[in-house]
């Protein structure tokens, strides 16, 4: 006797169609069209996701070096004293104290003691 998969088959499908949900055309409707969308997607957005972190590094990295250029200090030195002198702080801290903190900064920049 032969397997039918109705139900099965069914359930697979919609779920496929609901992960396409927003996509145009055959790309919402069909099962195949929608089931080629979705792993492509899904490529692209695992992919994103680790490309998003190297973009914020690199936003991170120049808002400091904007930040330090007001100083008259270069980044480069600046993360060497701040390795050097063991300050723990990553640069997604130090660029948010840039911001919203300039005085707190300035305190760190005068500990790292950094020299233009």
């Known amino acids: 006797m ?3 998969r109705g139900i099965v088959r069914h359930r697979r499908h919609k779920k496929i169609r609901a992960l396409a949900k927003g996509y145009r055309g055959m790309r919402r409707s069909t099962y195949v069209k929608a089931n080629e969308a979705v792993i492509r997607a899904g490529t692209n ?3 994103s996701r680790r490309l998003k972190k190297r973009d ?10 904007a930040a330090l250029k007001t100083k008259g200090i270069r980044y480069s030195v600046f993360i060497d004293q701040i390795t050097k ?13 840039a911001i919203h903190h300039p005085e707190v900064f300035g ?7 950094a020299k233009a």
């Open 107 to 113: 305190k760190i920049v005068e500990m790292a003691g």
């Open 45 to 47: 957005s695992y992919v």
């Open 85 to 97: 002198k063991k300050i723990g702080l990553n640069r997604k801290t130090l660029s948010e104290l």
């Open 56 to 65: 914020f590094r690199s936003l991170w990295i120049t808002r400091l070096s």
């Open 2 to 4: 032969r397997v039918k």
